[in-house]
């Protein structure tokens, strides 16, 4: 990545030394920006990176390929006040100038560990999209989770960071919005490229070359809705027989998302892919990928499908319209299944050149890691010279 355009430090200066906290149970949107977040940092002179994940997995794998030091504890094994005491003893050992979660339960956590230590650390939290609803249980447990974030957000926290613009308006008025900075995630264009062809991996996928394949890709969570692609899917499969239908990613819902596609009779026209170290091939290989979400932040496989020239169909919400541009034809304003399903049926009949130019006008620049990187480094900078 570039080089911080500030006064470089001088020769006996050690570079700060930034530690990123991020669960790693999944990989999807915030563990995939944090991976290429640290993996452009890790050129930089001026910091020095590491990371504490809480679970094994891609992140992990990743973090380890590039050589960038990973502590990973056992959120399975270890209670709220181990993982506690654990960064507290990271903290201690390795004297971190910034602290940065990327999870509400990772800044939490982090947030304790902080108090009270003779030289804490700067804590910095990402929020990588608005808070998503729950039901039951789950809810008066995210419930709890939400308020003692709020105390961290408030009392514990040095800087927040947002992903759009959209997300930056709707937390204005907070009582921590003076804490917060608006940076957009970023993708290496120049490492998003498929290893396969499209017949290859519908050969795979038990898609043939003349189906008009429709898919998604995400955690399969509330805010996502996926139960809606799943009647767009029944619409457009009753109107379309050659239509066939991916999704990619895992999540709690699994099970109850399958079991509507049995109810909704379209199982043998749907596949459940779980989650692919293959996305890019994944993608490049679709007619049209299409959202749902009731929500986003500013969705890495946007992005990702903007660098492949992937036709899209997405909701108007959070982020996505800094993306593509608010007047864009790939955008939609309903959450009427039926009426989506209308729009994709139109996409079917509309070659693959014309969708994909609606999607490969956004600035690459604004939106590359390169340029994303840079946008933290001189946050870093920014906080740790005020202390």
Not at 105 to 112: V, Y
Not at 255 to 269: T, V, Y
Not at 282 to 294: K, Y
Request: some cysteine; glycine content about 6%.
């Amino acid at each position: 990545m570039a080089k911080n355009t500030l006064d470089p430090p001088l020769p006996d200066a050690r570079p700060m030394t930034i530690c990123h906290v991020i669960s790693g149970d999944l990989w999807a949107g915030a563990e995939c920006q944090a991976a290429m977040l640290l993996g452009e940092l890790r050129n930089d002179s001026t910091v020095d990176v590491s990371a504490i994940t809480f679970n094994p997995g891609r992140l992990t794998d990743e973090l380890n390929s590039m050589g960038i030091p990973v502590t990973r504890l056992d959120e399975k094994k270890s209670g709220a006040l181990e993982l506690t005491r654990a960064i507290r003893n990271q903290i201690r050992q390795s004297q971190f100038d910034i602290l940065h979660a990327h999870g509400y339960k990772e800044h939490i956590l982090a947030s304790f560990a902080n108090l009270r230590l003779e030289t804490r650390a700067s804590i910095f939290r990402t929020l990588h999209g608005m808070p998503e609803p729950c039901s039951g249980v789950a809810n008066l447990k995210h419930n709890l989770y939400l308020l003692l974030e709020n105390w961290a957000l408030r009392t514990a926290t040095d800087r927040v960071v947002v992903v759009s613009q959209d997300m930056q308006d709707r937390l204005s008025s907070k009582p921590w919005a003076n804490k917060m900075t608006y940076i957009p995630n970023g993708i290496a264009r120049d490492k998003i490229a498929p290893a396969k062809s499209p017949g290859e991996i519908r050969d795979e996928l038990g898609v043939n070359n003349g189906d008009f394949l429709v898919g998604t890709a995400g955690r399969l969570v509330e805010v996502k809705r996926l139960d809606r692609f799943l009647q767009v899917a029944k619409e457009v499969g009753d109107a379309i027989p050659e239509a066939r239908f991916v999704i990619a990613g895992d999540g709690p819902l699994r099970a109850d998302l399958e079991e509507k596609a049995r109810h909704l009779g379209i199982e043998k026209r749907i596949s459940f892919l779980g989650t692919r170290d293959d996305i890019y091939d994944v993608l490049n290989t679709l007619d049209l990928f299409l959202m749902t979400s009731d929500h986003e932040g500013l969705p890495m496989v946007v992005l990702e499908c903007v660098a492949l020239r992937v036709p899209m169909l997405l909701p108007a919400v959070g982020g996505i319209p800094e993306v593509l541009g608010v007047d864009s034809p790939s955008l939609y304003r309903t959450n009427n299944p039926e009426e989506i399903a209308q729009l994709v049926l139109r996409c079917n009949k509309t070659d693959r050149e014309t969708l994909s130019a609606n999607v490969t006008r956004t600035s690459a620049d604004k939106f590359s890691a390169t340029t994303c990187a840079q946008q933290y480094c001189d946050l870093y900078v920014q906080c740790c010279g005020q202390q």
